[in-house]
């Protein structure tokens, strides 16, 4: 009578291709979350500058000529942010630009015009 199963080279096989299969879903649930992490802290970035120019056009600001720099928190994370403020065409109105980085990678930029309070 013939024994029926698979021989140790089939089993060998097998396990190496499910080796390979499993090593791949690692990797790709490893760069997901890491891609993750990199859009959360964008998004924080974005809230940054999107707050900072909020409070220019609340507090009705007309802001001096130059750059400044400064930091802020937002859930835990320190942002470190630059503002630069230069003239537009007319004098009435500045062009207030600020742009987010967190440990050196700068996430976000944005601008916007302020006018002159009346």
Known sequence: MKAR?????????????IGIALTALIKVIGQSADTSTAVEQRIRARWVAQNHI????????????????????????????????SETPNRNFRKLEISVSFNGDVLSEFSAVLRRPI
């Open 5 to 17: 199963g698979f021989t140790l080279l089939e089993v060998l096989v097998a396990l190496a291709i």
């Open 54 to 85: 909020a409070l220019a056009r609340a507090t009705q600001a007309f802001p001096d000529l130059g750059e400044t720099l400064g930091q802020a928190t937002l859930n835990g994370a320190t942002f470190n942010w630059r503002q630069r403020v």
